[in-house]
């Protein structure tokens, strides 16, 4: 029947349903969908109720016919293959469950944390849940569900990057029904309605022996004790767990902490894949921190749940109740325990996190160092190769010049070799008298081969140094254009000087000339003339 505090609609809470594209349900031919434990009457001593183990349910209406057991309490059984598989359990089935005990809707979910999947995700599992809901003869029906997740080993044959431990989980619903007895109203007894999902083997063979041992079932078979024998089971494998991944973190960081690492030795036996393996690690210890932090506020929810719902009873032993809630209070203490050993692996996890980043840093800060010098020592021999070049390109220069002095002499000596110097008959040497012709024609041979030299570099090749833009006009322009073309090969270290943004300088006038506020002039010290942008002024 739907509920003030329902949270969804039928239409919502189908689509959520079907998010899961039919990854949730599936009825496994061979086994059981639904498994009833109940706890009635027995057929000697009427005052003496027994435990019956394994009914197997498959349609409604068998589920209908065994759900109007008297007894004071019930159990379902839901279970699946493993952990990431769908419910052994038909969708129909399911639901006709449900709806025979008025299931309030929060317990959805829960059961929307199972199903196929490929990852698990540690923000899809709730809280616990608590609702109590008023009745005519002025009783409550108290409903709860929670998911408690525990910590076993897989007895795996592991590969890289799996863990030899894995989280389950077990979904529990109570409801708690007032029922009348003798049909007085005052007297007002209660009947447990338990639907378990995914329970433990340990904790199917606890109950089993339960039921054989010369137990009083009355507090054997509590719903409290049921709750305690249920939060016990999820508690038993947390400190292996966590002791292993110290060790794990232990095993990396000592690795660490004695490696040694420097210019000279390197010792260091690390690397990415090890980054790889501690992150792995530092996800699964974040994911232990959500799990532990969520499983102690349900520890917390229980042992407060256990205490209220029992105030409004007065079917079972006050000591046997005390003990009983006592020992969920210890689990609580331990649970706390728990938590702060998880932020402690975080913070470990998270130094040797960093220590190994640190170490991957300075050796590669080592290595580039090395790569440093030896790029140092390469450019040391190629300033040298390009200094001895330098002198070779001088000396070749040299030479060069020299022979183009003498070129012109070379040709007309050879031209004129035997002509103007020959023997006479007695062995004499003899010169002609039109010696001279050899200097006349020789020497402005050379003179036109530097000026054609010097043509072809500064006019031809554009290397002659720019000259500041004048508004000059007439004869005085090209006059300052012939003097700035002859000069510039004798004074252009000293009127051209590059901008060398290294050595500061910009691109102003060059040394030595001042400009002149009010005139802009350009004066060339020790030159005999200068010149001006507003008029032209030469001399």
């Not at 339960?210 to 939060?231: C, E, G, H």
């Not at 016990?232 to 947390?238: A, T, V």
């Not at 002791?243 to 902490?257: C, F, P, T, Y």
Request: proline share 4%; aromatic share 8%; with cysteine.
């Amino acid at each position: 029947m739907p509920s003030y505090l329902d949270l969804y609609d039928d239409e919502t809470l189908q689509s959520r349903i079907d998010e899961k594209n039919g990854g949730l349900f599936e009825a496994c031919p061979g086994r059981p969908e639904l498994q009833l434990n109940c706890l009635s009457s027995s057929p000697s001593r009427s005052d003496v109720p027994s435990y019956a183990l394994g009914h197997a349910i498959q349609d409604v209406q068998e589920l209908q016919d065994l759900s109007n057991n008297e007894g004071p309490l019930q159990v379902y059984t839901i279970r699946h293959q493993n952990t990431w598989s769908t419910l052994d359990i038909s969708e129909t089935l399911f639901k006709g469950l449900l709806e025979r005990y008025d299931v309030f809707q929060d317990f959805w979910g829960c059961v929307l944390a199972y199903g196929v999947k490929c990852v698990e995700n540690e923000f899809d599992f709730p809280g616990c849940r608590f609702q109590s809901t008023p009745t005519s003869n002025g009783s409550n029906i108290f409903e709860s569900c929670c998911v408690l997740r525990r910590a076993e080993r897989n007895n795996r044959t592991l590969t890289k990057g799996q863990f030899p431990w894995s989280i389950r989980q077990t979904a529990v619903y109570h409801r708690r029904i007032p029922i009348e007895r003798l049909g007085d109203e005052r007297n007002i007894g209660y009947r447990s309605v338990f639907i378990i999902i995914s329970p433990s083997e340990a904790f199917e063979k606890q109950m089993e022996r339960l039921s054989t041992d010369k137990i009083d079932p009355q507090y054997a078979m509590s719903w409290q004790n049921i709750f305690r024998i249920l939060v016990s089971d999820s508690m038993k494998g947390w400190q292996g767990y966590l002791a292993w991944m110290e060790r794990e973190i232990k095993d990396h960081s000592n690795r660490l902490v004695f490696a040694t690492i420097g210019p000279e030795t390197t010792n260091l036996s690390v690397d990415f894949a090890d980054r790889q393996a501690l992150k792995r690690l530092e996800d699964r210890v974040t994911e232990v921190r959500i799990i532990l932090q969520t499983k102690q506020d349900t520890l917390q929810q229980i042992s407060q749940i256990t205490r209220k719902i029992s105030r409004h009873e007065s079917c079972v032993d006050d000591a046997a109740l005390n003990a009983i809630i006592e020992r969920l209070d210890e689990y609580v203490t331990s649970g706390n325990t728990n938590q702060q050993r998880g932020e402690a692996l975080q913070w470990r996890v998270d130094s040797v996190t960093k220590l190994l980043s640190d170490l991957l840093s300075y050796e590669d800060a080592f290595t580039l160092k090395d790569i440093g010098r030896e790029a140092q020592a390469e450019s040391k021999a190629m300033h040298e190769l390009t200094e001895k070049s330098s002198k070779d390109a001088s000396a070749v220069k040299t030479l060069t010049i020299i022979s183009l002095v003498y070129l012109p002499i070379t040709v007309v000596t050879n031209f004129f070799s035997s002509e103007f110097v020959h023997t006479t008959d007695t062995g004499n040497m003899q010169v002609s008298r039109s010696t001279w012709l050899l200097a006349v024609i020789s020497l402005p041979l050379t003179l036109l081969t530097i000026a054609c030299w010097w043509y072809w570099v500064y006019m031809r090749l554009g290397n002659l140094p720019v000259s500041p833009k004048l508004s000059l006009t007439g004869s005085s322009t090209l006059k300052v254009r012939l003097q700035d073309r002859l000069r510039s090969p004798f004074f252009r270290t000293r009127r051209s000087i590059a901008p060398d943004l290294e050595r500061g300088s910009d691109n102003g006038p060059p040394e030595g000339c001042v400009p002149s506020p009010a005139s802009r002039s350009y004066q060339m010290p020790g030159r005999g003339w200068s010149m001006e942008t507003g008029s032209t002024k030469i001399g």
